[in-house]
Structures are given as C-alpha cells and as structure tokens.
C-alpha cells in the first residue's frame, strides 16, 4: 500500500522557518522523483518544488531562495525547508511523487500524493 504522511505543519509567525518532512513506503522510492505542492485557502493548487531521484533541485520561481527541498533515500524522506515565510504562504502543503523528471512540474501528473499538512503564517 502506497502512502505518503507528511508533518511539520502548524502556526508560524512572518518571518519564522517550519521544515515539512514527507515519509514514504509502498514503492520504490529512488526510482521517482519527488514534489510539494501547495493550495492556499480559496485557490488553486500551486507547484512549489521537486528534487530529481539523483538529488536535483527544481523550485517554482516565486519561491525560490526561501524554500528548501530535500531527500533522504535511506529513510524514504523528502523534505521542504520553509524560512523567512510569510502570511501568503499559509496553505495546505502536499507531498507527492512523479514517476519521471517532466512530470515533476505538473501536479495532475503525479502518481501518488499525501493527505497535506496545514501551514499558517500570522502575526
């Protein structure tokens, strides 16, 4: 069975840093490429990164600087580093997994997807 849990989600303040982590299992994990995504409150989804089986990085470029995309293939673990947020980032944020490097951009392209975790940011 195919899951993907993430946590790390919760109430962060402007400028405060919170780090999702992503466990995998059901599949093989190094073999697919690795993707959050995001959907803020009345919106629509929003691709934020990928991290490439081999280790690279692709970020949406509105977000690029301040989040930080990362895998641990020992523990089937991608993670998302978000610092200096702020209050448009409040979203649920999804982990996902592409089958090949050209999907990682596409959300309606992913093979599997976790349940989201809640970011706030507010004062």
């Known amino acids: 069975q195919v899951q993907l849990v993430e946590s790390g989600g919760g109430l962060a303040q402007p400028g405060g840093s919170l780090r999702l982590s992503c466990a995998a299992s059901?599949?093989?994990?190094?073999?697919?490429?690795m993707s959050w995504a995001r959907q803020a409150p009345g919106k629509g989804l929003e691709w934020v990164s990928g991290?490439?089986?081999?280790?690279?990085?692709v970020y949406a470029d509105s977000l690029k600087g301040r989040f930080i995309i990362s895998r641990d293939s020992a523990k089937n673990t991608v993670f998302l580093q978000l610092n200096n947020l702020k209050p448009e980032d409040t979203a649920v944020y999804y982990c996902?997994?592409?089958?090949?490097?050209?999907?990682?951009?596409?959300?309606?392209?992913?093979?599997?997807w976790g349940q989201g975790t809640q970011v706030t940011v507010s004062a």
């Open positions: 996902a997994a592409a089958q090949t490097m050209a999907m990682v951009r596409s959300p309606p392209l992913y093979s599997y």
């Open positions: 059901g599949f093989t994990f190094s073999s697919y490429a």
């Open positions: 991290i490439y089986s081999g280790g690279t990085t």
